[in-house]
């Protein structure tokens, strides 16, 4: 039996918000401190951990003992020093007769906020794709999980008067992080369950989000009914909820405006919004689309579509997948290139309740795009994943590398190969390829010699203001690795980070025009470089036979 200790605290009783007991700082200047692996005491969840999360509910009054705090396993202090990868679970209980079960994913978000004010501790993710780290000079200090228990319940009764009752539990305890777990996510998606059947022409108004503002400057989630937080903690239904709730906080209403652009998702009034809430940094959005002007990925998405010209397709990566992409990236170094809030073409943050979405890359083709998602991404969409398209979609168990990825592709007939063919894209057999299933024909027998040519991105814009690099979710990132670049033009560029940290290159498409304006070379292809807080060298490019090249 894992050991159970009880604490009260009689502050949170008396709607007390005082930290004088608490042996470290508690301000909202600790949010985005970094605590890095070697200044670390114990670390919970991340990637590596399959049982973790955090969940709120509103429950009734009887089941609530005001400021009772619940330890079940091992306090911080118990843990060796340097104890990474470690399950956890955090329960906030509340009640009070204004309180709505359907504003639970609002308050449980704001465990992000309470949490990194506690000077020491680090906290990103949510629900149950949390990753928190707490600090040796915290720990040294005498933080417990009793003190994260007042701080956090506190808060929640200073914020919301409408909560009359709160009591928190943690869990550390690894068997029982894993049954509380299980009961957490059922939850998870019951909620998630509420908003299908809303379509974004059915209301007037959508959702803004600023709470990741902290570590993304220019980050600005727009939630509509078929576009969910990129945390995943929030649906359209919670966010209004939110914003009635708390009519100052950081989430608003969005009256949408006129549609400018019923495929990719852009509204007038929508752009405007972000325009004033990213201080003048996003001027538009398109919500549907990676390419064009796509929504900003801030540091707390779930997920990361990304391109790879090779295929001119998409892969989808979770958080929860370690391993590498057939781009020979990570999760990790992805998330390094696009996070802190940018608009990055070819590449956007996203919940994992968008791949249910009917308007899912509406802009670029939907599914019929997707050409590779990790094993553990493609079992949680499954049943959202068009049928005749599912077994098409291989994941890294079939696959690893971009020439692996194309041959199985051809083999299984991807309708994606049938975009290769409409725009005149050679094709020739793999060498390894295998004669292709009898029920699965390909499109075109042949090995892709991509033309490169990729027609949204040609219209991609470079940032012109890059925020600086946000921190989470990366301290262990690799030092950068190359970016994919589109073919037969092979730009190398000598990347130089100007930031102490390495960092990864981020894929850019550039245009002529903008080509022109930075000084490089104009090309007929789009080059894949970055603009982002690095000096670009091309330092050799590949022209094949039959390509122009204009020189101004
Ligand atoms: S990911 Fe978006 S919705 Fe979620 S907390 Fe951050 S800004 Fe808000």
Same mark, same amino acid.
């Given at each position: 039996m894992p050991q159970v200790r009880v604490f009260k605290d009689e502050l949170t009783v008396q709607r007390q918000t005082k930290f004088d007991d608490i042996p470290v700082d508690v301000s909202m200047s600790y949010e985005g401190e970094r605590i890095r692996k070697q200044d670390m005491y114990v670390e919970f969840g991340g990637v590596k951990v399959q049982h973790k999360f955090e969940l709120f509910r509103v429950v009734p009054e009887e089941n609530v003992e005001d400021g009772k705090i619940v330890l079940i396993g091992p306090d911080l202090n118990e843990f060796p020093e340097g104890a990474a990868h470690q399950p956890l679970g955090i329960i906030v209980e509340a009640a009070g007769k204004e309180l709505k079960p359907e504003a639970e994913g609002v308050f449980e978000r704001k465990l992000h906020y309470y949490m990194n004010w506690i000077q020491g501790i680090m906290h990103t993710g949510s629900r149950d794709d949390i990753w928190i780290r707490v600090s040796k000079k915290a720990v040294k200090a005498g933080l417990r999980f009793e003190h994260i228990g007042k701080v956090i319940m506190r808060l929640y009764k200073a914020d919301f008067p409408i909560i009359e009752k709160i009591q928190v539990t943690f869990i550390t305890d690894p068997q029982e992080v894993e049954k509380a777990h299980a009961e957490a996510v059922k939850i998870y998606r019951a909620r998630d369950e509420r908003v299908m059947g809303i379509r974004e022409e059915d209301v007037d108004v959508f959702y803004g989000c600023v709470l990741c503002q902290s570590f993304a400057p220019t980050h600005v989630c727009v939630i509509t009914p078929e576009r969910p937080a990129n945390c995943g903690a929030i649906t359209w239904i919670d966010a209004k909820v939110a914003a009635m709730l708390d /009519?100052?906080? /950081?989430i608003f209403p969005i009256p949408k405006g006129n549609c400018i652009d019923p495929i990719g998702g852009e509204y007038e009034g929508v752009n405007e919004v972000v325009k004033v809430k990213s201080q003048g940094t %996003?001027? =538009? %959005?398109?919500?549907? =689309? %990676?390419?064009?002007?796509?929504h900003t990925s801030c540091g707390c998405f779930e997920a990361i579509v990304f391109y790879i010209p090779e295929v001119d397709g998409f892969g989808i990566v979770s958080r929860k997948y370690t391993g590498n992409t057939p781009i020979g990236l990570n999760f990790i170094q992805i998330a390094n290139m696009i996070s802190g809030g940018k608009q990055v073409s070819g590449f956007v943050g996203i919940g994992l309740l968008y791949l249910r979405s009917r308007k899912f890359l509406q802009k670029e083709g939907g599914w019929n795009r997707v050409v590779w998602m990790d094993s553990y991404t493609k079992e949680r969409a499954r049943e959202w994943i068009p049928k005749e398209i599912l077994d098409k979609i291989p994941t890294e168990k079939e696959v690893q590398t971009v020439d692996q990825l194309k041959e199985f592709l051809v083999k299984v007939g991807h309708p994606i190969t049938k975009l290769w063919a409409e725009a005149g894209i050679e094709v020739a057999a793999p060498a390894q390829a295998q004669a292709p299933a009898a029920e699965a024909k390909p499109a075109v027998e042949a090995k892709v010699e991509m033309k490169a040519e990729v027609k949204p991105a040609a219209e991609a814009k470079p940032e012109t203001a890059p925020p600086p690099p946000p921190p989470p979710p990366k301290p262990e990132a690799k030092p950068e690795v190359a970016p994919p670049a589109p073919k037969p033009v092979e730009a190398k560029p000598e990347a130089k980070p100007e930031a102490t940290a390495p960092m990864a290159v981020p894929f850019m498409t550039v245009s002529p025009e903008e080509a022109a304006k930075y000084g490089l070379p104009v090309l007929p292809f789009p080059i894949s470089i970055t603009l982002q807080n690095v000096r670009v060298k091309i330092s050799k490019v590949i022209i094949k036979k039959g390509d122009t090249v204009e020189r101004r």
């Open positions: /009519p100052k906080g /950081p %996003v001027t =538009s %959005v398109k919500l549907h =689309s %990676v390419f064009e002007n796509p």
